[in-house]
T-cell receptor, first 111, second 114 residues
Framework: DQQVKQNSPSLSVQEGRISILNCDYT??????FLWYKKYPAEGPTFLIS?????DKNEDGRFTVFLNKSAKHLSLHIVPSQPGDSAVYFC??????????FGKGTKLSVKP | DTEVTQTPKHLVMGMTNKKSLKCEQH?????MYWYKQKAKKPPELMFV???????INESVPSRFSPECPNSSLLNLHLHALQPEDSALYLC?????????????FGPGTRLTVT
């Protein structure tokens, strides 16, 4: 049973517009969430994280929002750039630091 | 420096071979991880080492044998693998094996078992 879900396998956005990637989780014990970006044939790159005591965390063009009551988080990228095209994974952190990943969303940013 | 290095980048091995994957980090991290990623799937945790001791083994078959010789190095010894073990093997490290610490991943070893 999937504990972290990314229900959109792909997303296409025009350059300069906002990209919104969504993630849902089922385990209310999760307290820390992370977003990773992955290019083909490379390891995931850490983007941004959020702990459950916050509802928003911002780093440059990237903002993560957390809605604990809905068990939902989202990653906003503004403005989107062609170099942002990659697969984005949402992950929850287990108590021993083990990451539980969603299936990923492939973002395509068109020039 | 947030670099995790992995060697080799690519590995092709027969089902009777013995080989090893290597991972190294110099960030002073005390937790290291092995993940396996199949095509179009998310990474799946295999092992967690905390302070050079194995803390999580996610029911991985014994043909995969991890080793942590010191806090900077992590090995994965492979023996008698099956073709379905072909995948990208990712190593990661974090400051501690606990929540609230981001993990940094290496580029992975692409393993093909023939």
């Amino acid at each position: 049973d999937q504990q972290v879900k990314q229900n959109s396998p792909s997303l296409s956005v025009q350059e300069g517009r906002i990209s919104i990637l969504n993630c849902d989780y089922t385990n209310s014990m999760f307290d820390y969430f992370l977003w990773y970006k992955k290019y083909p044939a490379e390891g995931p790159t850490f983007l941004i994280s959020i702990s459950s005591i916050k509802d928003k965390n911002e780093d440059g063009r990237f903002t993560v929002f957390l809605n604990k009551s809905a068990k939902h988080l989202s990653l906003h990228i503004v403005p989107s750039q062609p170099g942002d095209s990659a697969v984005y994974f949402c992950a929850a952190s287990g108590s021993q630091g083990n990451l539980i990943f969603g299936k990923g969303t492939k973002l395509s940013v068109k020039p | 420096d947030t670099e995790v290095t992995q060697t080799p980048k690519h590995l092709v091995m027969g089902m009777t071979n013995k080989k090893s994957l290597k991972c190294e980090q110099h960030m002073g991290h005390r937790a290291m991880y092995w993940y396996k990623q199949k095509a179009k799937k998310p990474p799946e945790l295999m092992f967690v080492y905390s302070y050079e001791k194995l803390s999580i083994n996610e029911s991985v078959p014994s043909r995969f044998s991890p080793e942590c010789p010191n806090s900077s190095l992590l090995n994965l010894h492979l023996h008698a693998l099956q073709p379905e073990d072909s995948a990208l093997y990712l190593c990661a490290s974090s400051q501690e094996a606990a929540e609230y610490y981001e993990q940094y991943f290496g580029p992975g070893t692409r393993l093909t078992v023939t």
